[in-house]
Every structure is written in structure tokens, then in C-alpha cells.
């Protein structure tokens, strides 16, 4: 069984089961390999793991009301690497300062389409309602235990909260965090996507905390989380692409260094991400929200500008700085070196260039639209560096023309007209228009505002340029859904609070309101749905400082508007005198007139303080009046709208110069597009749900910062709301399916209707009736520890129902198994059998073959030998050979093998010619000579004998002529040993009938006759020396003759026939004597040796060494049968 079987039947297993209402949760075991099909393994919590990890959501803090049990429960969490926790639907995140493995393309698909409550808190997915969940020793515990129940959602559950916590930057991030594989971030991006898709709803998701806790980074996860885990087509990839990388765009124009956050937004972002009917995303649109345009001009000490003044100058190719006119080096840069802190470490602004330029290109941006971009920051910083000098009655004039010539060029402007702009103004009096020079200052602040409203204005045409590429285009089908997302500044407070500290923080304010009273809305709107009394809630409404700041007439807004537009001498104190005047009572404001005097001990006098909900923000007046105005002098608009730079031609429209009216103060445009903001989510508010992500950074746990952070994020209130009456709803069917366990009558499954069986259930677990109440649909429990005790009720049970749930599993497998097992046994006994009963069945078949054709062939005996009786036939005869060979007598079987073999000797003969018998008369005689008696003699057995070893020309025509007519038996070439000084000589050899010759070339040398043949001798060796002798006495002879001959055995078989003196061939073992003339006598000497060798010894005696080693005898009797073989 391999492990896709297994996993098989481990499902079905477990549906069966479920099915019969054996048990409601899979064992672990199951549940693991559930699991590693890529679903979450649903784990109970251990018992003990609330007391360490806290809990996941704070409605279910016992003790809700108090701050420091709040922060001990994240306290708790953050030490365990938990940075997310819910509060009902809103998540609450703590800014970990270090990369946390919770972001990864793993965790996505773990929440992608899961359930919300199946996995633990994070930004992709929102918590539905009060579930417990708890985490401890890196293991995810939750319930309820089913995956699939569909969530009770109603339209009124909404994201509320937000919050960021912030502290000073952490730069040695701490190494890899603790293995945990808990929180992730994604539970709050899948929950709203998920919801937008199965409910048709649109979606937003606000986050918003102070400045540095991670809101953009939220942002950022939630839009990558989309990016991978939502379905792909060509042009939807396009549209990720370009949603992605409109990011680090918007970034590097609108994001800066401050002393909170090296990449701190500076101005606020709503985005639509525009999803079609399959779920892909297929367009987007981002509003943005007043750019801190002050920044342009001037930053604080430790502050930087705009990351992308930096990243050109440090990345930029030295072409394109030359072409811009410039250096790289932003020290030389006037709007610089404010802050005096160009390099952040933190911050690598070449890699960010080229992260730049390339989303530039994803975004749609061509050559020219990056150019002239680029040609506008550029001119910012000549702008910058404009030094004015004095003239004459105080008049400001430009001392130096290079940046005027830049200028002039990068803007496409006419530079004396430039010149001329930054250095008057241009005023209509009764009708006629008029320059009137500016003073030093007034032309610096002139050129300031110039740049302020490029810069400003250009970042509003990227933002509509980035629109443009992300537009939804495909008319076919206009029905689109939409998640917002909301990335909005964070609450700040600085040393030195300006206009921009007064919006920003004007704008949480709002949101909090927002949240506080979607809050409260959705938990009325709850009670009312379930029929249950509602109680009010006593919390802090900040709706009074948004009054403060806001209202009409009596706002501070409307109050510095005023100040702004009067006629007369109106200035930045004048403006703070009138605020003394008309709301100066108010509980939310002081002023340093108005304070008492331990405030005024830390208050300037150009100073207000609000009393936000967040805490006291002390508001310098200075420059309010003119950040308000946000005034660009006429006749600059004017050199603007002429520019042949595109992008500033439509910055400054032609338009805008003839309208008369005086636009909109910045304050009252930023009021009124918060306005908007709060109008589309108070309407998302009915038909949407959202979700928000509040953080605090921190690489240890700073109690004084995070408490200050709970305060101003509003938490406790958000929470105070959300656990006004009750601290855990669940709708009848989970209930009742999570714990139906618990009660005997409501277990394995209860028949009737869920809110009896919930009644029974609980009157079974003993609650008392101020512990809860019963809904329409859902059960309402008040206290935390009511679930807590259910909870751990259910955790003991559990072991039991485990072990019911192992044995059940058990006995399944080991009778599936059993079973198996036996259907195995009895195929193969099947298939043992089948084969047995076969081949009995051949035999069977053949035996009767066999006794048929013997009949048959018995009664067809006496015909032709025919294929009917062939059979018989030979089987008689062959029966009765074989009759015969046990019953012969012994004799008569020896008798035959006897005549068997003449009659194979007879028959051999007969095919014999007389050539081979020749041949074979020769070798019998060889044989009889020198078989086992010459070593050499089995080298010559193969070799045929033949009658002449010598070629036609070898033999002179002068030898046959002198041998006449007799006849040349035999002839070969041998070598003569001189008798003394054993000197070889190359002669031949003749046989006739009558004698042996020696010959020379032509010269018969000696004849010697066989009758005066005395004898031959040859050694037992394997040499081929041998003497012929001869008498002594015979003068013609000159004694004994040696010879040798490399066919030995042949020539001296021949010598012996042709002499007839077989008789006489001696074969010697050791020395042959030899007689020489005159009587005397030559001794041979035959050794065995490795090496043939004839050589005269130092004795005197010639010594004739043989080789000792030959093949074995083998050898020779298969070269003797090929040539007996190659002869028949
Ligand atoms: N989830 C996180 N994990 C690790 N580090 C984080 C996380 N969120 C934020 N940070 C760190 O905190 C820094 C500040 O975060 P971010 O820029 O998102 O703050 P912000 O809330 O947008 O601040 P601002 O209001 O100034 O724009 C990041 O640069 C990053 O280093
Ligand atoms: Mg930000």
C-alpha cells in the first residue's frame, strides 16, 4: 500500500467515522497526515499554554478592564515571537524589528481559502469572532476542530482598529528569531479576499499606528499575499506586477528618513486593489493624502528629504548627473544638508535607484516620461541652491546664473522670465498689473514655494500616472469587487510639532472615532440581530476633539482659514490669539496663556497643545499660516504653465491662472478629502467588512512605551467595547459541534434543534444564567472563564474519545489489513491450485495420446510402415532391442562389441588409399621407433611425412643428372658437423634406393651406401642430431657423419626404410661416440636445456643442448586428430 492509499483510507476513515458520529475529531495521527496534504493540522491547545502564550485575542482576557493584564497578555505573546493578536476582528501587531519566517510563501498557502479561525492571528486573515486559540512551544493550537464550517458573517462585523506602535529603530536586528511557526500575517488579507469573493462584498482593510510600526510594511505583506496566492493570467500579472512595483515608486517620492523611522511615509495612501469575477487582480487606484511638501525645503536635524533626491545622486549614471547638472554629492545640495545626514545606514540608495528606475519601466513609464521626471527633482535642488544677493532699497537679486541656466533648461522655461519670477511680484492694482521686487526673504520664501508646489504637484501627477497604468480596462465586464487598503501617516509627536504633526494627527484622530463607533455599531447591530438587550458602554468618545479641530466656525481649521484669508495684518500669533478667543475654554485645548502654570513651564509661548485621545501634543504655530496658504506667487504659476516640460504643463494648468477664486486653504483640502476618506468607509461600514492591523515595535519589551501605545491607539476602549456585554459568541451549530462531546444526551449527535441542544448542552455543563445568554442563532457566553472551563472540559474528554478514536482506527487498520492479507492468501492458493490441476490434466491428456496411438497402431501392425503405426512399430522394436539387452548372455554382448569394432576397423580400412597407407606405413614404423623413446617424436606425429623437403631450385639439376638413374627418395636439407672442429655446414640430404648422399650445391659430397650403412644413432632428446656410421676402415669414407636435421623423426624414419635397417637406429640417452679416421673418436654430448645450442665444448666434445620443455602430450593428439580429420 503506498502512502496515496493510506492517505485514502485514512480520509474515508475519517469521514466514516465523523459520519457515524463516532468521534468529532480526528486523532493526532490523522490529523498529521491531514495535514501533510497542505491543510492545517487542527491541534487542540495544551492546557497550560494559555498561562505562557496568552491568549490570542483579548476579548477573552479575563480581566478585560485592566491595562496590565493587557499588556502582560502581549507581553507574554511577544516573547513567544506571537507579534499578532486579535481584539475581536481588529489585529493588533507588535513591530518585531527583525525578520520574523512568518512571511513566506509557505505561510501564504497555509491561509490561503482556510477558515479564520483555523489558523492564528495575522494580517492576511481576520478573525471572525471570539475563538480561542492558543500557541505555545512553536505549535499552532486552535479550534474549533472542523475545517469547512462556514463562517457566521454578518455585514456588521467589521475591522475597526488600528494602531502602531513605534520606538527608535533597532539596528542590529536580532538574529533569527525562536522557531515558531505561529502568526502569521496573512489571516486578515485572505479573510477580507475571501469574504469580497463568496460574498460579493468590497473589503477594506485600515491600518494605521504611530509612525515606524510597521503600517507600510503591513501594507506591503497583504499586497504580496495577493500577488502570490491569487489566481495569474498575462494581463493579471501585469496588473501584480504593476501594483507591486508602484510601491517602491511611490516610495522613493514619498517616503523619507525622520527620526521615527528611516522609511517614514510622508503622506498618506488609500488604495483600491480591483479584483474580477474569478478573484484576480485586474486593476487598482491609490488616492493619496497631503505629501509633507515642507520636507522639500527643509528638514529636521537627523531627517532626510525625499528618498529620491538621494537615490539619484548616489545611483545615477554619470551621464544622466551631467546631463541634470549634477554633482554627487548631496552635501552640495542646499534642500541636503538641513537635516546634515545624507547617508542612512540603513538605507542603500544606489540599490533603491535601480529598484526605482526598473518599476518605473513595469509601471509604463517611457524614456521621456522618466526624463522629464527625472529633469523636475533635478531642477528642485538647482532651485535650492539659487543664491540671492541684495540690490539697491533692499530689492533681492539671483547672484549666480548657473543654476538659472540649469533651470531654464530642465524646466523648459524661459530663464530671464525665471529670473525675473523669483525675484518679483507680480500684483493687479485697480486693474493694472504690476512687478513689484521681493525682499531677500520674500524671494527665498518665493523660491521655497516654488519648489514645494514642482515637487508636491509632480508627486500628484506620478500618483495619477501609476492610476493610469493600474485602470481597469476591460469594458466587457465593468462589475469589479474592491479591497481597500489603507496606509495612512501614524500619530506623531515630536519635539517641535508643526502644521504637518496638526494634520497627521488630526487624521488618526478621525480614524479612531471610525473605528470606536464601527465597533460599537457592529456590536449593537449583533445584540439587535440576536434579540439581545443591549447595555451601553461607557468609553471615550474622542468625537470632541475631531469637533475641536473641524467644525465649522468654531474648529481650529475653520479658525486658521479665517486668519488665513482676513485682510489686515494676520499672522501666525494673531492666529493662536484667536484661538485663545474662541475656543479657548475647551477641555481639549490649552494655550500658553490659557495653562496653568505647571504646563506653562513646558510650553512656549507660540505653542498650543490638543489633548488628543492618543495623549497632549504640543502644536508650534509658527508657519501655520503660511503651510496653510500654500501660496505660489502668480507670476511663477505663470513661468510654470509656460514650461515645455510635459509633466509641468500639467501640473500647471493655463486654467488655473484665470480663476479668479482663491484656492482651497491645505487644511481645508485636507479636511475635506478625510472627509471623503471617512465617508467611503462609514459606507463600507454598512455593506463591507474590513480589516485594520495595529503594531508596536520594539526589540525588547518596553512597558512604558507600549502602554503609551495602548493608550493613544485606543485599545483598551476598542476592547471595552468590543467585551461590553459578552465575551464569546459562536453560532448554535459550532457550538454545539465543538463541545457536544461533553454531554451525554447532545452526544455522538444531537436530532433536534440546535438551540435545544445548546440549552441542554449548558444546563449539562452547569452555566448559570448570568454566564450567558441564547441568541436567534448563536449563544453569547459573558466571561471568559465560563469557556475557559468549557475548554478544558473538553481537553480531558478528549483523551478519552482519543483513545475510542485510536482503537477504532486500529481495529480498522488491522482488519483491513487481516483482509487483505486473506484475499491475497486465497488467490494465490486459487492460482496454486489452477496450475496442479492443469498439468495434471496434461498428463493426463498425453497418457491417453499415447494408449490411443498405441491401439491404433496395433491394429494397423500389419500394413506399410505408415503414420498410424510408425508409433507402434518402433516402440515393439525398440521394446524388444531393449528385451534383448537384458536378456543377452554376457559373452555374447562382449562377442558383439568385438565384431562391432572389426566391422569399424573394416570399414575404415576400406576408405584408406594407398597414398595414406604409405603415409600410415611410415608413421606405424616411426611409432614403433620412436614413440615414448625420443622426447621430439609427438611434435611429428601431425605433420604428414613427406617425400622431399627441398623446393625444385634447392636441388641442383647437376645431382640428379650425377645420381642417373637412380631414383631420389627422399630428400632434405640438413646441417654437417665438421667431425673436429664441429664447424655447421648447410647440406642436403638425398635417399635412393641404393644409398644416401650428402650434397653441396651440386656437388654429390659423399655417397654412402646402405649395405656400408653401420647403424644410426640419434639421443633420446629433443634435438634432431644424428650420426650416421659407417666403417672406418673405408677410405673413401672419412669417417662417421653428424648431421642434423630439422625434421629428425621423418629423415631418419625414411633412412631407416630406404636402408631397411630399422633395426640399426640406436637411440642414446647421454653421449654419442662417433668414430673420425684413423680410429679416432668423437664424443656428442646431449644435454637438456631451455635454448637449442650445438657448439663445440671446452672437452672437446660437441655438445648439443635440446630443449626440455614441451606441450603436453594433448596437444599433439589434437593436431593429430585435425589432420586425420582434414584427410577423410
Ligand atoms: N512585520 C515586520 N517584521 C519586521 N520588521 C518590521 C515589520 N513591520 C515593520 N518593520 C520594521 O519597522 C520599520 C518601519 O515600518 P514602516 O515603514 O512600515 O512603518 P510605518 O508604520 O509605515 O511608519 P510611518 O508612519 O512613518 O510611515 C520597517 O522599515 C521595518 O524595519
Ligand atoms: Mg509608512
Known amino acids: 500500500m503506498d502512502v496515496a492509499d493510506i492517505r485514502n483510507l485514512m480520509r474515508k476513515t475519517q469521514a466514516s467515522i465523523l459520519k457515524n458520529g463516532f468521534l468529532g475529531k480526528p486523532s493526532d495521527d490523522l ?119 462556514p463562517l457566521n458573517r454578518e455585514p456588521s ?45 468590497d473589503q477594506c482593510i485600515l491600518i494605521s499606528g504611530e509612525s515606524g510600526a510597521g503600517k507600510t510594511e503591513a501594507s506591503k505583506k497583504i499586497l504580496q499575499y495577493y500577488a502570490v496566492t491569487c489566481p495569474v493570467s498575462d494581463q493579471v500579472q501585469t496588473v501584480k506586477d504593476r501594483l ?167 524646466l523648459g522655461v524661459n530663464g530671464a522670465v525665471l529670473t525675473e519670477a523669483l525675484t518679483h511680484k507680480k500684483i493687479i492694482a485697480k486693474g493694472e498689473e504690476l512687478m513689484s521686487p521681493l525682499n531677500l526673504e520674500q524671494a527665498s520664501s518665493a523660491r521655497d514655494a516654488l519648489s514645494k508646489a514642482v515637487y508636491g504637484r509632480t508627486f500628484t501627477w506620478l500618483v495619477n500616472k501609476i492610476n493610469a497604468s493600474l485602470t481597469y480596462t476591460d469594458d466587457s465586464s465593468k462589475h469589479y469587487s474592491v479591497i481597500g487598503l489603507l496606509d495612512i501617516y501614524g500619530f506623531e509627536v515630536f519635539q517641535h510639532n508643526s502644521f504637518e504633526q496638526f494634520c497627521i494627527n488630526y487624521c ?53 482659514d479665517e486668519e488665513c484669508l482676513r485682510p489686515g495684518d494676520a499672522n501666525d500669533l494673531t492666529f493662536l490669539e484667536k484661538l485663545e478667543d474662541t475656543v479657548g475654554g475647551h477641555a481639549h485645548l490649552v494655550t500658553h496663556k490659557l495653562a496653568d502654570t505647571k504646563t506653562r513651564k513646558v510650553m512656549a509661548r507660540d505653542e498650543f497643545r490638543l489633548l488628543h485621545y492618543a495623549g497632549e501634543v504640543n502644536y508650534n504655530v509658527n508657519g501655520f499660516l503660511d503651510k496653510n496658504n500654500d501660496l505660489l506667487f502668480r507670476n511663477l504659476k505663470e513661468v510654470m504653465c509656460m ?141 471568559p472563564k465560563t469557556l475557559f472551563a468549557t475548554e478544558d472540559a473538553l481537553e480531558t474528554r478528549k483523551h478519552s474519545l482519543a483513545t475510542k478514536l485510536q482503537a477504532g482506527w486500529r481495529g480498522y487498520s488491522q482488519k483491513t489489513k487481516f483482509q487483505k492479507l486473506r484475499t491475497s492468501a486465497v488467490r494465490v492458493q486459487a492460482w496454486w491450485r489452477g496450475i496442479l490441476a492443469r498439468r495434471r490434466a496434461q498428463r493426463r491428456r498425453q497418457a491417453a495420446d499415447t494408449i490411443r496411438r498405441f491401439v491404433k497402431g496395433f491394429i494397423y501392425r500389419h500394413r506399410e510402415r505408415c503414420p498410424e503405426n510408425e508409433y507402434f512399430l518402433d516402440y515393439v522394436r525398440y521394446s524388444f532391442l531393449m528385451n534383448l539387452r537384458r536378456n543377452l548372455p554376457k559373452s555374447a554382448s562382449e562377442q558383439l562389441r568385438k565384431l562391432c569394432m572389426q566391422n569399424m576397423v573394416w ?19 616411426a611409432s614403433e621407433l620412436f614413440k615414448d623413446k625420443k622426447d621430439n617424436y609427438p611434435q611429428s606425429v601431425p605433420k604428414l611425412f613427406v617425400s622431399t623437403r627441398l623446393n625444385g631450385e634447392d636441388l641442383n639439376p647437376k645431382v640428379l643428372q650425377a645420381l642417373g638413374s637412380e631414383k631420389m627418395k627422399y630428400a632434405v636439407p640438413v646441417t654437417k658437423y665438421d667431425r673436429r672442429g664441429y664447424k655447421p655446414r648447410p647440406r642436403q640430404l638425398l635417399l635412393t634406393s641404393n644409398c644416401a648422399v650428402i650434397v653441396e650445391e651440386g656437388k654429390l659430397k659423399q655417397r654412402i651406401e646402405y649395405e656400408a650403412l653401420k647403424g644410426i644413432s640419434v639421443s633420446s632428446l629433443s634435438d634432431g642430431v644424428f650420426v650416421l656410421h659407417v666403417p672406418s676402415e673405408d677410405n673413401k669414407q672419412k669417417g662417421d657423419v653428424v648431421l642434423q636435421s630439422d625434421h629428425v623423426i621423418e629423415t631418419l624414419t625414411k633412412i631407416a626404410i630406404c636402408s631397411d635397417k630399422i633395426n640399426s ?48 602430450l594433448e596437444h599433439y593428439l589434437r593436431l593429430t586428430s585435425e589432420v586425420l580429420l582434414s584427410l577423410n
Not at 174 to 201: I, P
Not at 1070 to 1099: C, H, M, R, W
Request: hydrophobic residues 35%.
Open 907 to 925: 570399414s575404415y580400412c576400406k576408405k584408406i588409399n594407398p597414398e595414406w597407407k604409405h603415409q600410415m606405413e611410415q608413421k606405424m614404423i
Open 157 to 201: 462585523e467589521l475591522m475597526l482598529q488600528e494602531l502602531v506602535w513605534s520606538q527608535k529603530r533597532v539596528e542590529n536586528r536580532l538574529k533569527q528569531q525562536r522557531g515558531t511557526d505561529s502568526s502569521d500575517v496573512y489571516a486578515v488579507g485572505d479573510n477580507a479576499y475571501r469574504s469580497m469573493r463568496t460574498e460579493r462584498k
Open 244 to 410: 507591486l512595483q508602484s510601491n517602491p515608486v511611490l516610495e522613493a517620492f514619498g517616503n523619507a528618513k525622520t527620526l521615527r523611522n528611516d522609511n517614514s511615509s510622508r503622506f498618506g495612501k488609500y488604495m483600491d486593489i480591483q479584483f474580477d469575477f474569478k478573484g484576480a487582480p485586474v486593476g487598482g487606484h491609490i488616492i493619496n493624502y497631503l505629501l509633507e511638501k515642507s520636507r522639500v525645503v527643509h528638514q529636521n536635524h537627523g531627517e532626510r528629504n525625499f528618498h529620491i533626491f538621494y537615490q539619484m545622486i548616489e545611483g545615477g549614471e554619470e551621464d544622466l548627473l551631467r546631463s541634470l547638472g549634477l554633482e554627487r554629492n548631496p552635501q552640495q545640495y542646499q534642500y541636503l544638508v538641513k537635516g546634515n545626514c545624507p547617508k542612512v545606514s540603513s538605507i542603500n540608495d544606489r540599490s533603491e535607484w535601480k529598484l526605482v528606475r526598473k518599476a518605473l519601466t513595469v509601471i509604463g513609464f517611457n524614456e521621456d516620461d522618466v526624463e522629464e521626471l527625472l529633469n523636475i527633482i533635478a531642477s528642485v535642488l538647482h532651485l535650492g541652491n539659487i543664491q540671492y544677493g541684495e540690490a539697491e532699497e533692499g530689492n533681492s537679486c539671483i547672484t549666480s546664473d548657473t543654476q538659472i541656466k540649469y533651470l531654464a533648461r530642465l
Open 31 to 149: 490529523g498529521n497526515v491531514v495535514a501533510s496534504d497542505g491543510v492545517r493540522a487542527m491541534m487542540e491547545s495544551a492546557l497550560t499554554a494559555r498561562d505562557r502564550v496568552g491568549v490570542s485575542d483579548f476579548v477573552l482576557l479575563e480581566n478585560f478592564t485592566s491595562e496590565a493584564s493587557f499588556i502582560e497578555n502581549l507581553r507574554k505573546r511577544f516573547k513567544e515571537n506571537l507579534i499578532y493578536t486579535y481584539i475581536g476582528s481588529v489585529l493588533v501587531s507588535v513591530n518585531p524589528y527583525k525578520d520574523l519566517e512568518i512571511y513566506t510563501k509557505n505561510h501564504m498557502e497555509r491561509y490561503r481559502g482556510v477558515n479564520f479561525y483555523e489558523v492564528s492571528p495575522h494580517i492576511g486573515k481576520r478573525y471572525d469572532l471570539r475563538h480561542i486559540e492558543e500557541e505555545g512551544d512553536g505549535a499552532r493550537r486552535e479550534f474549533p476542530p472542523f475545517r469547512g464550517i
Open 643 to 783: 514650461s515645455e516640460n510635459k509633466i509641468l504643463t500639467k501640473c500647471f494648468d493655463r486654467e488655473e491662472l484665470s480663476d479668479k477664486k482663491r484656492p482651497d486653504t491645505a487644511a481645508t483640502q485636507f479636511k475635506a478629502s478625510l472627509a471623503k476618506l471617512m465617508e467611503i468607509l462609514m459606507s463600507w461600514s454598512r455593506r463591507t467588512s474590513a480589516a485594520s492591523s495595529p503594531m508596536t515595535p520594539s526589540r525588547r519589551f518596553d512597558e512604558v512605551l507600549i502602554r503609551h501605545q495602548v493608550k493613544y491607539l485606543g485599545l483598551m476602549e476598542n476592547l471595552r467595547v468590543r467585551r461590553a456585554g459578552f465575551a464569546y459568541r459562536r453560532r448554535y451549530e459550532v457550538f454545539l459541534q465543538r463541545y457536544k462531546s461533553l454531554c451525554p444526551d447532545t452526544w455522538p449527535s444531537w436530532q433536534g434543534k440546535l438551540r435545544e441542544g445548546v440549552a441542554t448542552l449548558v444546563k449539562h455543563l452547569g452555566y448559570k444564567p448570568e454566564e450567558y445568554k441564547m441568541g436567534r442563532s448563536k449563544i453569547f457566553i459573558r466571561f
Open 508 to 560: 488618526n484622530e478621525k480614524l479612531q472615532q471610525l473605528f470606536i463607533e464601527l465597533t460599537l455599531k457592529s456590536e449593537q447591530e449583533e445584540y439587535e440581530a440576536e434579540g439581545i438587550t443591549w447595555e451601553p458602554v461607557q468609553y471615550f468618545n474622542n468625537k470632541i476633539i475631531c469637533d475641536l479641530v473641524e467644525e465649522k466656525f468654531k474648529g481650529i481649521i475653520s479658525i486658521l
Open 1065 to 1112: 637406429i640406436n637411440i642414446i640417452q647421454g653421449s654419442i661416440k662417433y668414430s673420425v679416421a684413423q680410429g679416432k673418436e668423437g664424443i656428442i654430448d646431449f644435454t637438456p636445456g631451455s635454448e637449442l645450442l650445438v657448439a663445440k665444448a671446452k672437452n672437446g666434445h660437441l655438445s648439443v643442448v635440446s630443449l626440455n620443455e614441451y606441450p603436453p
